[in-house]
Nanobody, 124 residues
Framework: VQLQASGGGLVQIGGSLRLSCAVS????????VGWFRQAPGREREFVAA????????YYADSVKGRFTISRDAAKDTVYLQMNTLKPDDTAVYYC??????????????????WGQGTQVTVSS
């Protein structure tokens, strides 16, 4: 499975961006697609995930109510709509896939295939 993340850019505080993650081919072993982010000097952290079968969604507390993860199964693409952006949202955003169970969707170590990352910068 190969992933291609896109849609990052420079946006002002309070603005919006939509990230896309194109999955190269459908795999029955993929249980969820997740978004993670990594800011300079910080560890990569979980942002959101979506199940590939039931479409259930999971969010980090820091983005709940502002970010929405969704998927278009026909296009094999997962989106991350980011609203009300803050400077703390500045990071490189990565998408990844996991074959692990639901309980592991927030665990970065469960993700095996990663996209190349897309930069999001929120400025004042």
């Amino acid at each position: 499975v190969q992933l291609q993340a896109s849609g990052g850019g420079l946006v002002q505080i309070g603005g919006s961006l939509r990230l896309s993650c194109a999955v190269s081919r459908r795999s029955y072993s993929v249980n969820a697609v997740g978004w993670f982010r990594q800011a300079p000097g910080r560890e990569r952290e979980f942002v959101a995930a979506i199940g590939t079968r039931g479409g259930h969604t999971y969010y980090a507390d820091s983005v709940k109510g502002r970010f929405t993860i969704s998927r278009d199964a026909a296009k094999d693409t997962v989106y991350l709509q980011m609203n009300t952006l803050k400077p703390d949202d500045t990071a490189v955003y990565y998408c990844a896939t996991t074959s692990g169970p639901t309980s592991s969707y927030r665990d970065i170590n469960q993700y095996r295939s990663w996209g190349q990352g897309t930069q999001v910068t929120v400025s004042s």
